[in-house]
């Protein structure tokens, strides 16, 4: 019992700071984003936008996931918060990888481990549920 609540409070937590990365990753490069455009250095309104939009899905589903976690839904919320996870490295490689000039080439080696948090909540929140 009480090891299911340190799980609990572990996944739960976890998945927070993982919505704090999605929110201030997502920020950050919607601001590079629009300040380049505005610059008119080049066009990235469509990088600026789907910056806000995959913060936005990233952020509702690991609180959707938290809250299923929270309510003892483990296993749904493991799933959720793992979607969210794949999400945030589709994120943080397409920022890094693809686009040019790369706004994350910086924060390269702490940005690979953003993903870490949400991935790690969903894992550990499926484990929850076997036990």
Excluded: D
């Excluded at 976890?14 to 629009?34: E, H, K």
């Excluded at 505005?38 to 600026?48: P, R, Y």
């Excluded at 969210?84 to 706004?103: E, H, K, Q």
């Amino acid at each position: 019992m009480h090891k299911e609540k340190v799980y609990r409070y572990a996944a739960f937590s976890l998945g927070l700071l993982g919505a704090v990365n999605f929110l201030f990753l997502g920020l950050y490069l919607y601001i590079c984003s629009s300040y380049l455009t505005l610059l008119a250095l080049q066009n990235f309104v469509l990088e600026a936008y789907l910056s806000l939009g995959l913060t936005l899905a990233g952020i509702i589903l690991l609180s959707y996931g938290n809250f299923k976690i929270w309510t003892g839904y483990s296993l749904e919320g493991g799933f959720i918060n793992l979607t969210a996870g794949f999400l945030l490295i589709f994120f943080v490689f397409y920022f890094t990888l693809i686009i040019r000039p790369s706004f994350l080439k910086w924060l390269e080696p702490l940005a690979y481990s953003l993903v870490l948090p949400p991935l790690l909540s969903g894992i550990l929140a499926i484990n929850l549920h076997k036990k």
